[in-house]
Structure formats: structure tokens, C-alpha cells
């Protein structure tokens, strides 16, 4: 009955901005509980607790606890979800990942490409998880959907790293590429435009739509192996209403993984 991995990581350390993902995880399990709602995904399954093998909620110590614990309980038949908890969960998350599944695609969407090379004197910063994941290979290949915050110097590090970027100006499905090998998503609430997700850190006017994004995880058409969901700030959210989005994706994500098992 058990088919996806479930954790979650309470884990703020590495925000620039401002703290509060840390509170995230166990909000995002009560919105997708709530009985204002039921658990049916938009392609008719039924996404129940019994199919997640749930590890419940780490509260790291240190940054590198993350790898640990993933690495603990990742296992080789079932995919696995990652409840963040700020954007600089996805490295020690991936590399335990890659270290067992091996190199897979990466969609990753955001406001923000995530890729400095140190962000305020720290290289694990939330603002640069995937210069990290490029530099190790850790992935085939990584592309990047709703970007519009490119400093000159991310430009350089997409350009040195070949991340395919698809900026949030004149986004449409159409401008996805095509993915061959199976695939990890990595969602970044803030991509979305606040209207639709206000309890987020980073406020980026111009993002996507609730809609635009369940578009974009529902036309995935290879085996969606790995995601998380991350940098959910309840202290900024308003009736919940993100936290609701979040457990939306958790569903509509855990559905398109089911759809390949
Ligand atoms: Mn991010
Ligand atoms: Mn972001």
C-alpha cells in the first residue's frame, strides 16, 4: 500500500531574508488533513495517507543532517517527497538521493534561480543550492521555470553550469522542454505570484498562477521520481490559503508519481 517516502525538514537557518519555513512541515500535513477538502487528486486517484511511508519531521541540528536523514529514509522502490523547510534543503536532499537513484533530471521552479556561489559569506545559503548540485553532477540536467529575479552573476553561473532557464515573462506551457529520463521536482512556493501563495519570504511580483503550476506537474510525461515542496512561511500566510496550496501539490505531485509506479 505504501508507495512514496514522506518527510519533512523544519529547517530555516540558511534564509537570508527572513525565518519562519522551519514551521512549515507539520501545517502543510494539517492543510492536506483538513476537512475542508478530501484527498482526491484532479486525475481521479485517491491520494490516502496509507500511501505514504511518512517519516515524519526532522529539526536539524546541523545543515548536513538533512543528507542523513534523507539518506535513512530513502529506500529503492519508493519515490520520496520533501516537506521544506527553506530552498537549501535540496541539496543535502539530493545528493542523499543521487547517491542511491542515481543522476536525474531536475525541474526546478522558482522566482529566484538559486544559484549563487556564496550568498552573505555562506555557500549553503538558501539562495545557492543549485551551484552546489552543478558543481557536484549530481543531476543530468536542470531546468528552471518562473525565474525573474537573474543577477548579472546567476547569469554567469546558469551560463557556466547549462541550466536551461524559462523565465516567468511570456512563460506558457508550450516553453517547456521535453524530459526523456526521469525527473525530480523541486517547487519553490515563491514562484508563484503572491497573489496566489502570500505566505512565502521573498515577495517577486509577476509569478505564476495556482493553475499555470498544477498545469505544468500534471504534463509531466516521464516518471516523476523525487520532489519538495519548499519555502512555505506560515508567519506570512493569510486563512492558510498557501498552506492549502501546498498540500494541493502535495496531492497533484504525489498523483503524477503514482501514475508511473
Ligand atoms: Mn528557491
Ligand atoms: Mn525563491
Redo the contacts with the bound molecule.
Keep these: 500500500m505504501q508507495k512514496i517516502v514522506l518527510q519533512g525538514i523544519a529547517y530555516d537557518d540558511k534564509s537570508s531574508f527572513m525565518k519562519g519555513t522551519a514551521q512549515a512541515p507539520p501545517l502543510i500535513r494539517e492543510c492536506y488533513h483538513s476537512a475542508s477538502a478530501n484527498y482526491y487528486a484532479e486525475n481521479g486517484m485517491e491520494i490516502i495517507p496509507g500511501i505514504f511511508n511518512d517519516s515524519g519531521d526532522l529539526n536539524p541540528g546541523e545543515y548536513f543532517d538533512v543528507e542523513t536523514f534523507t539518506r535513512n529514509n530513502l529506500n529503492k522502490q519508493f519515490n520520496i517527497i520533501t516537506l521544506g523547510g ?2 537549501s534543503i ?1 541539496f543535502p536532499v539530493f545528493r542523499a538521493f543521487h547517491e542511491l537513484k542515481g543522476p536525474v533530471d531536475i525541474l ?1 521552479i ?5 544559484l549563487y556561489d556564496e550568498f552573505e559569506g555562506d555557500r549553503y545559503s ?2 545557492c ?2 551551484a552546489r548540485i552543478m558543481e557536484e553532477g549530481l543531476c543530468s540536467r536542470l531546468v528552471q521555470v518562473g525565474i525573474r529575479t537573474m543577477t548579472r552573476h546567476q547569469q554567469e553561473q546558469a551560463a557556466k553550469f547549462s541550466v536551461e532557464v524559462i523565465p516567468a515573462a511570456g512563460f506558457s506551457q508550450a516553453s517547456l522542454p521535453e524530459f526523456k529520463t526521469p525527473l525530480y521536482l ?1 517547487l ?1 512556493m ?2 508563484l505570484d503572491p497573489a496566489y501563495a502570500p505566505g512565502i519570504s ?1 515577495y517577486e511580483p509577476g509569478g505564476l498562477t495556482s493553475r499555470q503550476v498544477l498545469d505544468i506537474i500534471q504534463q509531466i510525461n516521464v516518471p516523476l521520481v523525487g520532489a519538495d515542496i ?2 512555505y512561511n506560515p508567519t506570512r500566510d493569510i486563512n492558510r490559503m498557501t498552506g492549502m496550496l501546498c498540500a494541493k501539490f502535495l496531492k497533484e505531485i504525489s498523483a503524477k508519481m503514482l501514475e508511473s509506479i
Design positions: 527553506d530552498h535540496t526546478h522558482d522566482a529566484h534561480a538559486d538558501h539562495a543550492p543549485f523541486s519553490d515563491d514562484a521573498h519548499v519555502e
